[in-house]
């Protein structure tokens, strides 16, 4: 059972515009901020939001991240085939000692 | 660019005991924490713990206190992560990754499998 809850699945048609939610409590994404990571099938996962809403250079803009209160959302515009891929939330639980949590992840298909 | 090499797979017998590099480039490998993640098959990433290779430091999720060891050797930029008293539900792929405390996990490394089987 992960600290951060997603949707096990999410899916769309390309095009589309999808988006997947992340709630966690006061203690990580009440009090910190949130990170999206993208993995793609047999890959390592790979940076695609942080402190928010933010883009790491190379992510495209279609990929966009937004938070209120304790929960968070990652919205995909423009759906593409090559967007099928898992992604998880990610946040700190424990500013003192630096605990981190991760969600269960949610796999997105591109019908 | 910055750039995390992990060693290869590993398998174990339940009981004992595994040791895995990654060893980071073209970086200031003290400036930053080390993480390490681990996913087992099928399932989602599982935050492990960090070393700050500066200081030593280290931070361990309750999980894997007791059973895990994070150390780091500055003169050859690697970090090292040692899992002992493996179990089956060892079995995953382990992942470093390069970050500050309380910031974004960037880059990662490939990821070393590790198999726990009698």
């Known amino acids: 059972q992960s600290v951060l809850t997603q949707p096990p699945s999410a899916s769309g048609t390309p095009g589309q515009r999808v988006t997947i939610s992340c709630s966690g409590s006061?203690?990580?994404?009440?009090?910190?901020?949130v990170y999206w990571y993208q993995q793609l099938p047999g890959t390592a996962p790979k940076l695609l939001i942080y402190?928010?809403?933010q883009r790491p250079s190379g992510v495209p803009d279609r990929f966009s991240g937004s938070k209120s209160g304790t929960s968070a959302s990652l919205a995909i515009s423009g759906l593409r085939s090559g967007d099928e891929a898992d992604y998880y939330c990610?946040?700190?639980?424990?500013?003192?000692?630096?605990?981190?949590?991760f969600g269960g992840g949610t796999k997105l298909t591109v019908l | 660019q910055v750039q995390l090499v992990q060693s290869g797979a590993e398998v174990k017998k339940p009981g004992a005991s595994v040791k895995v590099s990654c060893k980071a480039s073209?970086?200031?490998?003290?400036?930053?924490?080390m993480h390490w993640v681990r996913q087992a098959p099928g399932q989602g990433l599982e935050w492990m713990g960090w070393?700050?290779?500066?200081?030593?430091?280290?931070k361990y999720a309750q999980k894997f206190q007791g059973r895990v060891t994070m150390t780091g050797d500055t003169s050859i930029n690697t970090a090292y992560m040692e899992l002992s008293r493996l179990r089956s539900d060892d079995t995953a792929v382990y992942y470093c990754?390069?970050?500050?405390?309380?910031?974004?996990?960037?880059?990662w490394g490939q990821g070393t499998l590790v198999t726990v089987s009698s």
């Open positions: 990610a946040a700190c639980d424990d500013i003192l000692s630096g605990l981190w949590v």
């Open positions: 070393i700050n290779p500066h200081s030593g430091g280290t």
């Open positions: 990754a390069s970050g500050d405390l309380l910031d974004k996990f960037d880059p």
């Open positions: 402190r928010n809403d």
């Open positions: 006061k203690s990580n994404i009440g009090s910190n901020y």
């Open positions: 073209r970086y200031t490998f003290t400036g930053y924490y």
